[in-house]
């Protein structure tokens, strides 16, 4: 490759030995920056990978003195490999382990009756929330919120019940051998960055760093003293606060510079993702390739459809079905199955396990939830689907879906097509403005509110495309367009 002149300047602070941290927009080649830097220096290296699949092909395009690999298979090297006979033992639903650790009665907090099951979930998830930080000890911050429990004084009340037992199941998490906890990969990753490791590298890579869990963050950050950091990624792709990843690129001391030059797509694409940064308060702005064309239009045959909601995914794969398309599901159906299955267990007059209506004692109940409590607003999607086609139909849908390789069109998440691209895309109808934030566009020019999380996702999906975009359900920014 060619280098450009913001890789070269990247390459130049990398030799003379600058922590560094690479703001790379959608597109602009950020792995490939970072083999070059590797290729430059005969040090000895190491690139921490987001999932094992980037870091499997990430080992064919960096020199053999870099070694690739997730912070979970460093974690498992070092300390992981000891619980092996607990990662391979057989699953316990959550209640039992609930009952093994001491939970064995229901809790009533206001006018809501948390069961023995929900409580044994929370206590599951309150130690996942606590593996994902850099925390020394468990504590109520921890503790997740639940729907219907979401006022402070309640979720204090419920936090004070959880937090010993949370703690009482990460003390028998401690035991390689044997105990009462369902053993996962999250937990050794955990106890490996409490015992403070040194990494033997010259330099780390660290990939996608504005998604990064601030357990990884800790481990990567300490190398600092005896290690060249660099780190790589797009703050305006930082989606996943959500579920505990955190942006550590923007308050990182070190040569702050960027890669702006896309080569997935072409400058009206380009000027469309800028509309998006622009609403996020991003201050980076990218350049599409001149040789590329990508046309913003109508597309009658996409090749993939990229939804705001799993209930909006969902949606568009009954549609797509129904008209005669070959559908695929961007990571598969789990997520909208056990959706569906919770909403048949709610329809059917039982309680369900899923941690998203597990207080929930009737359909009813959610219905009454989502169309008249604020909190509840994005589960009305679920709610009007689940009434509209009935579970059997949803369930039956996502058992015909098939592999992306095979399919005339896959249905995606905003969220799950993040590291995807297609060459041709279209946004769905279930992307809203959901905030008070006003944004205008230019002086005088009124936009609908916008948040700024809402304003990365919609980054996301609109860089998703190659060739041609249709704007679909984001319309709405770009009103004088209407």
Same mark, same amino acid.
């Given at each position: ?14 030799? &003379? ?18 083999? =070059? ?6 040090r000895r290296g190491r690139y921490l990978a987001y999932n094992r699949t ?35 033992? %057989? *699953? ?26 929900? =409580?044994? !979930? ?13 925390? @020394?000890?468990?504590? *109520?911050?921890?503790?997740?919120p639940l729907r219907g429990l979401e006022d402070k004084t309640l979720h204090? @009340? ?17 035991? %390689? ?23 033997? &590298? ?5 990939? @996608? ?41 923007? #308050? ?18 380009a000027d469309e993702a800028n509309h998006w940064l622009h609403l996020a ?13 990508? $046309? =913003?239009?109508?597309?009658?045959? +996409? ?7 799993? &209930? ?11 008209? #005669?398309?070959?559908?695929?599901? @961007? ?5 909208? /199955? ?16 899923? +941690? ?10 959610? /219905? ?50 993040? #590291?995807? $691209? ?11 403005? *959901?905030? !008070? ?7 005088? $020019?009124?936009?609908? +509110?916008?948040?700024?999380? $809402? ?12 060739? *041609?975009?249709?704007?679909?359900? =984001? ?8």
């Amino acid at each position: 490759m060619h280098p450009t002149d913001e890789q070269t300047a990247a390459t130049d602070a990398f030799r &003379a030995g600058h922590h560094l941290a690479l703001q790379a927009g959608a597109g602009t080649g950020k792995t490939s920056t970072l083999a =070059l830097l590797a290729h430059n220096t005969a040090r000895r290296g190491r690139y921490l990978a987001y999932n094992r699949t980037i870091a499997q092909h990430a080992t064919t395009r960096f020199p053999a003195t870099v070694q690739c690999k997730t912070a979970h298979a460093l974690a498992f090297a070092a300390i992981g490999h000891r619980y092996t006979a607990r990662l391979n033992a %057989p *699953r316990r639903p959550a209640w039992q382990t609930g009952h093994t650790l001491g939970l064995t009665k229901p809790l009533r907090i206001a006018d809501r009756d948390v069961t023995q099951r929900a =409580l044994s !979930n929370t206590v599951l998830r309150t130690v996942t929330r606590f593996c994902h930080t850099a925390d @020394e000890t468990i504590t *109520r911050h921890h503790v997740p919120p639940l729907r219907g429990l979401e006022d402070k004084t309640l979720h204090r @009340e419920l936090a004070a019940h959880i937090v010993p037992f949370a703690r009482k199941a990460w003390a028998d998490l401690q035991n %390689p051998d044997a105990g009462a906890v369902r053993f996962d990969h999250d937990h050794y990753l955990k106890i490996w960055a409490l015992t403070h490791p040194r990494l033997d &590298a010259d330099f780390l890579l660290l990939d @996608e760093a504005q998604d990064t869990n601030p357990v990884v963050e800790q481990v990567f950050l300490a190398q600092r003293d005896h290690a060249q950091l660099v780190m790589v990624g797009d703050s305006a792709q930082a989606i996943y606060h959500w579920r505990g990843a955190k942006d550590i690129m923007t #308050g990182f001391t070190g040569t702050h510079l960027t890669l702006t030059q896309s080569f997935r797509f072409g400058p009206h694409l380009a000027d469309e993702a800028n509309h998006w940064l622009h609403l996020a308060d991003a201050p980076l702005r990218l350049t599409g390739t001149p040789s590329l064309t990508t $046309e =913003l239009g109508a597309v009658d045959r +996409p090749d993939a459809v990229l939804c705001r909601t799993n &209930a909006g995914a969902m949606a568009q794969v009954m549609d797509l079905m129904a008209a #005669g398309h070959r559908v695929a599901l @961007e990571g598969g159906g789990q997520t909208l /199955q056990s959706l569906a299955q919770a909403a048949r267990d709610l329809k059917d007059g039982r309680r369900t396990h899923h +941690p998203e209506l597990l207080l929930f004692p009737t359909w009813g109940a959610l /219905q009454d939830y989502a169309n008249h409590d604020p909190a509840g607003t994005d589960l009305q999607p679920l709610v009007d689907l689940v009434d509209t086609h009935g579970t059997d139909a949803i369930l039956q849908a996502v058992a015909h879906l098939i592999p992306p390789p095979h399919a005339d069109v896959t249905v995606s998440t905003a969220h799950k097509a993040k #590291g995807c $691209e297609w060459q041709r895309v279209k946004i769905a109808g279930d992307f809203a403005p *959901r905030s !008070n934030k006003t944004a205008p566009d230019t002086p005088g $020019e009124h936009q609908p +509110p916008m948040d700024d999380s $809402e304003a990365r996702l919609a980054y996301v999906a609109v860089t998703r495309a190659g060739r *041609r975009l249709d704007i679909g359900g =984001l319309a709405w920014a770009h009103p004088q367009s209407q």
